[in-house]
T-cell receptor
Framework: RKEVEQDPGPFNVPEGATVAFNCTYS??????FFWYRQDCRKEPKLLMS???SGNEDGRFTAQLNRASQYISLLIRDSKLSDSATYLC?????????????FGKGTKLSVKP | DTGVSQDPRHKITKRGQNVTFRCDPI?????LYWYRQTLGQGPEFLTY????????KSRLLSDRFSAERPKGSFSTLEIQRTEQGDSAMYLC????????????????FGSGTQLSVL
């Protein structure tokens, strides 16, 4: 089983739609969680950290369920510029001193 | 430009040749990471440094791969006797974690070096 698994893509949605991405992780000792965004042929960039209480940044809402080892990202009122690959990322501090484990990513395509 | 820079952007080489990539992190960042990414996959961790010390290496990093960060600033990643399976985007990232261990470490990535082994 992969350490970080994401919804298979691609997601093709119209502008203004609400879209949700899910992610599960296998290491119960994982301590930090993030969503990164990667545009085509570009480097990943941090979109937002994910906190236990859930957090929101404008149209983006991230949630964490430690019991189920599940992370989600909700995008409301999607824009054409949201088209990208969204990477679920987990950081482990157990025996491993701080490396990020990336999921394969879910591709989002927002159409006019 | 004060971001992470990588050189070269692209490298085409023949199988069996050696290649070396360079990464210059953000100047005040003490941690430096190397990742590899192939099409349709997320970045895979290769190794990371805290200052000049290489603290962890992935099992993906065969003995043909070596990374250095001699003065705790820039880093090099060398691949010896390249194979076609080494073709990928090699990403460098840096972060700052000075003082106590942070549980919310933001990585800044460079644009990567795209390696093609013919």
């Amino acid at each position: 089983r992969k350490e970080v698994e994401q919804d298979p893509g691609p997601f093709n949605v119209p502008e203004g739609a609400t879209v949700a991405f899910n992610c599960t992780y296998s290491n119960s000792a994982s301590q930090s969680f993030f969503w990164y965004r990667q545009d085509c042929r570009k480097e990943p960039k941090l979109l937002m950290s994910v906190y236990s209480s859930g957090n929101e940044d404008g149209r983006f809402t991230a949630q964490l369920n430690r019991a189920s080892q599940y992370i989600s990202l909700l995008i409301r009122d999607s824009k054409l510029s949201d088209s990208a690959t969204y990477l679920c990322v987990v950081m482990n501090y157990g025996g491993s001193q701080g490396n990020l484990i990336f999921g394969k990513g879910t591709k989002l395509s927002v159409k006019p | 430009d004060t971001g992470v820079s990588q050189d070269p952007r692209h490298k085409i080489t023949k199988r069996g040749q050696n290649v070396t990539f360079r990464c210059d992190p953000i100047s005040e960042h003490n941690r430096l990471y190397w990742y590899r990414q192939t099409l349709g996959q997320g970045p895979e961790f290769l190794t990371y440094f805290q200052n000049e010390a290489q603290l962890e290496k992935s099992r993906l990093l065969s003995d043909r791969f070596s990374a250095e960060r001699p003065k705790g600033s820039f880093s090099t990643l060398e691949i010896q006797r390249t194979e076609q399976g080494d073709s990928a985007m090699y990403l460098c990232a840096s972060s700052s974690n000075r003082g106590t261990r942070s549980t919310n470490e933001k990585l800044f990535f460079g644009s990567g070096t795209q390696l093609s082994v013919l």
